[in-house]
């Protein structure tokens, strides 16, 4: 079982809410990663980090915004929610190499109304 | 762009029937590949990678893989399948020149005792 944590599982807000989504792992990797996945669908990588203090957008883009202070720490963050972000965040790390293993999270479902 | 194609989106089987699940990516050059799995209730996890030589890669719990070159195909097998491999599987292919995987859209398995 990988350690890797996402909270809150599942979340329903209002549009124009504020809102962070947790992501942490305790197995000391580089590199994490945020995906988003709509029912049905193919998961896209929408952030990424090699590092502390490192951040990069994915292939798909995306109004929300990350930021990695500790290495164990990777939160996402939407400023103003809205309907169209309604879908499925994944968290995932892997060690060093870009053929590493990555470690998924369990992912939060967030619906905005 | 890059992309991976399954072509099973939802596959029913009875429990000790055979399973090959497809998968097909647009990249040519070097790769290495993976397929994810998803249990109900579970977080996203490995369940086989290729990177090099023998192109028949042995996974976890009896599956298996094989990477066709000339076909851009890495399919999915297992030779008797049980209700405990009810799940969501997920292609995916790491490209050396953008560093990132890119997910297949999934298939869903149901295996019925």
Same mark, same amino acid.
Do not use: C, N
């Given at each position: 079982e990988a350690d890797i944590y996402q909270t809150p599982r599942y979340l329903v807000i209002g549009t124009g809410k504020k809102i962070t989504l947790e992501c942490?792992?305790?197995?000391g990797h /580089?590199?994490?990663?945020?995906?988003?996945? /709509?029912?049905?669908?193919e998961l896209h990588l929408i952030h990424y980090s090699y590092g502390v203090n490192s951040t990069e957008k994915g292939d798909l883009?995306?109004?929300s915004t990350v930021s990695r202070i500790r290495t164990e720490h990777f939160p996402l963050t939407l400023e103003s929610a809205r309907p169209s972000h309604t879908s499925q965040y994944l968290c995932a790390s892997s060690e060093e190499q870009s053929t590493d293993t990555q470690y998924f999270g369990p992912g939060t479902r967030l619906t905005v109304l | 762009a890059q992309s991976v194609s399954q072509h099973n989106h939802h596959v029913i089987l009875s429990e000790a029937a055979s399973l090959e699940l497809g998968c097909n990516y647009s990249y040519g050059g070097t790769v290495n590949l993976?397929? $994810?799995?998803? $249990?109900p209730g579970q977080h996203l996890q490995l369940l086989l990678? $290729?990177?090099?030589?023998?192109?028949?890669v042995k996974g976890i719990k009896g599956f298996e893989?094989?990477?066709?070159k000339s076909k851009f195909s890495f399919n999915l097998r297992k030779p008797s399948v049980q209700w405990s491999d009810t799940a969501e599987y997920f292609c995916a292919v790491l490209s050396y020149n953008t560093d990132k995987l890119i997910f297949?859209?999934?298939t869903r398995l149901q295996v019925f005792p």
């Open positions: 942490s792992q305790t197995m /580089d590199k994490m990663y945020w995906y988003q996945q /709509d029912p049905g669908m883009s995306s109004e | 993976f397929w $994810y799995v998803q $249990y990678k $290729y990177f090099s030589g023998d192109p028949l893989a094989e990477f066709i297949g859209t999934g």
